[in-house]
Each structure stands twice: as C-alpha cells, then as structure tokens.
T-cell receptor, first 117, second 114 residues
Framework: AQSVTQLDSQVPVFEEAPVELRCNYSSSVSVYLFWYVQYPNQGLQLLLKYLSGSTLVKGINGFEAEFNKSQTSFHLRKPSVHISDTAEYFCAVSDNWSGGGADGLTFGKGTHLIIQP | NAGVMQNPRHLVRRRGQEARLRCSPMKGHSHVYWYRQLPEEGLKFMVYLQKENIIDESGMPKERFSAEFPKEGPSILRIQQVVRGDSAAYFC????????????FGPGTRLTVL
C-alpha cells in the first residue's frame, strides 16, 4: 500500500518570495511522482512529474521538484511566487506497475498556497 | 486535440433525486477513472473502467452509485437517491492504456444536493 503526506494544509507566502510545498510518500515499490495544481473552481492540471532519470524535475509556471529517494520526499519549489499562483496543490504517487490494484494513484490531501501582496 | 470533457460542470439536485455525470475521455484513450473530492480533502479513487468493462470499483460506495463506459458514448457516473453527503466535486481522468501512470483530468462536475 502507498500513501502520500502533505504536511501543510495551508502555506501563506508574500508575493515574490520563494516557496516550498512539502510532500512525503511511502511505498514498497518504485514509484512515479506528480504534482497537480487546482485553481479555484477548476479541474486538476499537471504541474510536473517524475517518471525516471534526473531527480530534479522542472514543470510549468516556474515550478520545480526534487525526488529524494532516501528521504521519500518530492518537495515542490518556486523561487519567486506570483499572485496567480494562489491555488491548491496536490502531490500524487503511482506504483510503477499497479498490477492487481487497477488504480495505483494516490493523492495527498492538498496544500492551499496563499499569496499575499 | 480536445482534453477530457465533463458535463455538466455544475449540477444541483434535491435529496432523493438522481444525478448523472458524464465524462468523455481524450481521443484515443479507452481507460476512464472517476474520483471524488470532498471539501478539504484530496481526490479519492472511486472506479476504473475500460470500454464496456468495470475493472476496479473498490472505491465506490456499495449502494446508490454505479458507473458505466459503453462501447459508444461517454462514461456515466450515476448516483441514485442523492443525499447531502454526496455533495462534492467529481473528477474524471483518462489514460491510453491500463496501468499508465499519467492521466489527464477533466474539469470536474460540482454536485450540490439541497
């Protein structure tokens, strides 16, 4: 069984400041890792993904995340945030091969990023 | 290339009525997943379907909820005799093959039960 923990339910940050949203996972197998963003009253949009290769992954809108296998973390970062980054951010983990369990994609509870002017 | 389409985007029902939510996957995708998002919660898996088959419905409530993905037409999530606790956002995602880790999500249907 796999699980995802997003330690912070809310993160307030001033505009143009850096931000880090934390994500830790547990899984007994190799994983794929994702960050999704959900703007108010909209669906989920893929921000970035780690499937294999370089552990530093760059996504859209200036976000990046680093896969740390030893710490089982996949924290999301942005060096300078903008008001438009205000949204809910979800970390998700998927088994390399979901095998018997058809879905295999587990979401964290989300972190609400609040950008203050 | 149109993405995943869901309709309606907003649905209001009174207790006891039926709710039908539709999902059209991306072109070329034959695998559909339904998720429910309750307030202040992440997405919870409900059901995984392939054309004409339910592959995994382990996340579906045992009563009142059903899903189908016919050979022609969209996937339908049906909730009979809705209750206030069914109020949530329901998201559909699609993928091109079984077990594919990358899924494309639709914009969701926000169900409000009065």
């Amino acid at each position: 069984a796999q699980s995802v923990t997003q330690l912070d339910s809310q993160v307030p940050v001033f505009e143009e400041a850096p931000v880090e949203l934390r994500c830790n996972y547990s899984s007994s197998v190799s994983v794929y890792l994702f960050w999704y963003v959900q703007y108010p009253n909209q669906g989920l949009q893929l921000l970035l993904k780690y499937l294999s290769g370089s552990t530093l992954v760059k996504g859209i809108n200036g976000f990046e995340a680093e896969f740390n296998k030893s710490q089982t973390s996949f924290h999301l970062r942005k060096p300078s945030v903008h008001i438009s980054d205000t949204a809910e951010y979800f970390c998700a983990v998927s088994d390399n091969w979901s095998g018997g369990g058809a879905d295999g994609l587990t979401f964290g509870k989300g972190t609400h990023l609040i950008i203050q002017p | 290339n149109a993405g995943v389409m869901q309709n309606p985007r907003h649905l209001v029902r009174r207790r006891g009525q039926e709710a039908r939510l539709r999902c059209s996957p991306m072109k070329g995708h034959s695998h559909v997943y339904w998720y429910r998002q309750l307030p202040e919660e992440g997405l919870k898996f409900m059901v995984y379907l392939q054309k004409e088959n339910i592959i995994d419905e382990s996340g579906m409530p045992k009563e009142r909820f059903s899903a189908e993905f016919p050979k022609e037409g969209p996937s339908i999530l049906r909730i009979q005799q809705v209750v206030r606790g069914d109020s949530a956002a329901y998201f559909c995602a699609s993928s091109p093959e079984r077990g594919a880790p990358l899924r494309h999500f639709g914009p969701g249907t926000r169900l409000t039960v009065l």
